[in-house]
């Protein structure tokens, strides 16, 4: 099979990359591929070593907006043989053999990774829900982790780590414990600062004070814009308890 030998992209199956003809030996093995049966192997190398294990690509029909050719990956490859001939370096392979879809212990550990999906959509609402659809219908430990391992969110050692994890349920608790550790930064994130400790509201705060009178009804009107847009619930709260007792008497007496 023609093989792409690559030090920064790792493709792992089911995930999509768009590969540029720029590079002599990729453009090579593309054309290669494009003129049989559109198949190609990526396999990871550091110039020196060549991986154990690869990923056989499917080739898109057309080329994409930057000139690139989309690339799907399909499913691990065992390398056997690298060989070099005219159109460029080609490999022997085998089929990674498939380990039991659902050993014990898979299912409690796609139940975490799918609650975990649930909260990543909770805090990053501009993920498309289609996609978040598409993740929490994938039952199978491998298939989850592989498509969890193709998203922005590894990095390519990361990538490359989980491409030789070959054991399923062990290849998704990787990835539920790096889902994780980016979960509780952005719970951090997500906490709400309270009015005494906002950095943006001391400094409202400072330039009231220090405003002639003239300019200070602007820094107060911005004061009270932030307190609305970043702390409502707690400047709600203040409101309901300097003013609540009052509010409620009067409302008694009409």
């Known amino acids: 099979m023609p093989a792409i030998f690559s030090d920064d992209v790792v493709l792992v199956p089911y995930m999509e990359v768009s590969l540029s003809m720029n590079d002599p030996s990729s453009r090579d093995a593309i054309l290669d591929a494009l003129g049989s049966r559109r198949l190609i192997a990526m396999i990871p190398s550091d110039g020196y070593k060549v991986g154990d294990v690869g990923t056989l ?5 057309q080329k994409d907006r930057q000139g690139g050719i989309p690339l799907k990956g399909l499913w691990r490859i065992s390398v056997k043989e690298v060989t070099t001939i005219n159109t460029g370096r080609r490999v022997k392979f085998s089929k990674v053999e498939g380990f039991k879809d659902f050993p014990p212990g898979a299912i409690e550990t796609v139940v975490r990774v799918h609650r975990q999906v649930k909260e990543f959509a909770e805090l990053m609402p501009s993920i498309p829900r289609e996609v978040i659809s598409y993740v929490l219908g994938i039952e199978s430990p491998g298939k989850l982790a592989d498509v ?13 780590g989980l491409l030789n994890t070959l054991d399923p349920v062990e290849r998704l608790e990787m990835v539920s414990e790096r889902l994780e550790r980016d979960l509780g930064s952005m719970r951090e994130l997500a906490r709400p600062t309270s009015i005494s400790n906002c950095e943006t509201c001391m400094d409202f705060a400072d330039r009231a004070m220090e405003s002639v009178d003239a300019m200070r009804n602007g820094v107060v009107a911005g004061f009270l814009e932030h307190l609305v847009e970043k702390h409502s619930a707690e400047l709600m709260g203040l409101v309901a308890e300097k003013y609540g007792p009052s509010f409620m008497q009067k409302r008694s007496l009409r």
Do not use: H, I, K, Q
């Open 148 to 160: 969890c391992a193709g998203s922005p969110l590894f990095d390519s050692r990361e990538r490359l």
């Open 57 to 61: 690509a499917l080739l898109g029909d």
